[in-house]
């Protein structure tokens, strides 16, 4: 179950989403608090070949702080957007999660189930082909029909197919858990 919660492509995927949406709304609300720029420049200029004199080397600098007054709850409206986002993808999450353990359930017990099935689609395999046997030796001896011997070829032959149907139902169920729980499906 844990192997499921933490190794399948689509919940790690989610969980990436959900980082990058909480951080999205870490960054809505620092739009909301004051910001401090600034920056500066110095240099001096060459006109026509000329060197420009010592008093006429320039500098400047600047500073400045923004603080959202009043924005029109543009900010506010990002903040709830984001919020929500968020809310929206840690409530899929905890969907997805439920599905996982749902889905790695049904898996592990039906591959238990089959698991039986295939045992006792093998002792029927063995019972049919006894069946036949004796079916045939009777033939031999003229004590039955060919057509009890027939029927017994059918009953052999669906033994087997039941029992090749079970086998593959039993790896199919092997992929689905494999699935399930978020490891490589096998070939």
Not at 13 to 38: M, Y
Not at 123 to 139: G, H, I, M
Not at 140 to 160: C, D, G, H, I
Request: without cysteine; aromatic residues 6%; glycine residues 8%.
């Amino acid at each position: 179950m844990q192997s499921g919660l933490k190794d399948r492509p689509d919940i790690q995927a989610l969980q990436f989403k959900i980082t990058a949406l909480s951080e999205n709304l870490d960054l809505a609300r620092a739009q909301s608090l004051p910001n401090i720029n600034g920056f500066g420049a110095g240099g001096q200029g060459r006109f026509n070949g000329t060197t420009v004199k010592e008093e006429q080397r320039h500098g400047v600098g600047a500073l400045g702080l923004l603080v959202p007054i009043f924005t029109g709850g543009r900010l506010k409206a990002e903040r709830e957007e984001a919020r929500a986002e968020l809310q929206g993808a840690t409530a899929a999450n905890e969907e997805l999660q439920q599905q996982i353990r749902l889905q790695v359930s049904q898996a592990y017990y039906e591959l238990q189930d089959l698991s039986e099935r295939i045992r006792a689609a093998d002792e029927q395999r063995k019972a049919a082909q006894q069946a036949l046997t004796l079916a045939q030796a009777r033939y031999r001896v003229q004590l039955s029909s060919f057509l009890e011997v027939v029927t017994a070829q059918v009953a052999a032959a669906k033994a087997a197919t039941n029992l090749a149907r079970t086998q593959f139902d039993y790896e199919r169920a092997k992929a689905d858990l494999d699935f399930a729980t978020g490891r490589r499906v096998r070939p």
